[in-house]
């Protein structure tokens, strides 16, 4: 059974950064991606970041672009999310996210092209 577990969350002042930490365990299979998700109340669920593991190709929401970097340690099956210059904007549940399958021309980047979710870690930016 796929475990994904986040950590790093919590509260912080605007301009501040916050690391976000995903851990997988039970794998029988390599990603092709792992992504980080938010979700904030009532609205959708929006991509932030991915990593593919194939070449350690890296592809961001246009929100976070230049403020949030995605890193991954194969060996250690994490997945990093360093965040900077937070805003209130970003305040939000995090799920990071394993998408099990190719998917030709995907840019993995929506939440249906992913298969496997964390439970969540909450990040609160105060203005």
């Known amino acids: 059974q796929v475990q994904l577990v986040e950590s790093g969350g919590g509260l912080v002042q605007a301009g501040g950064s916050l690391r976000l930490s995903c851990a997988a365990s039970?794998?029988?299979?390599?990603?092709?991606?792992t992504g980080w998700f938010r979700q904030a109340p009532g609205k959708e669920r929006e991509f932030v970041a991915r990593?593919?593991?194939?070449?350690?190709?890296?592809y961001y929401g246009d929100s976070v672009k230049g403020r949030f970097t995605v890193s991954g340690d194969n060996a250690k099956a994490t997945v990093d999310l360093q965040m900077n210059s937070l805003k209130a904007e970003d305040t939000a549940v995090y799920y990071c996210?394993?998408?099990?399958?190719?998917?030709?021309?995907?840019?993995?980047?929506?939440?249906?092209?992913?298969?496997?979710w964390g439970q969540g870690t909450q990040v609160t930016v105060s203005s």
């Open positions: 039970g794998r029988t299979f390599s990603p092709y991606a």
């Open positions: 990593i593919r593991w194939n070449g350690r190709n890296t």
């Open positions: 996210a394993d998408a099990r399958y190719y998917r030709a021309s995907s840019y993995y980047s929506t939440r249906y092209e992913y298969d496997y």
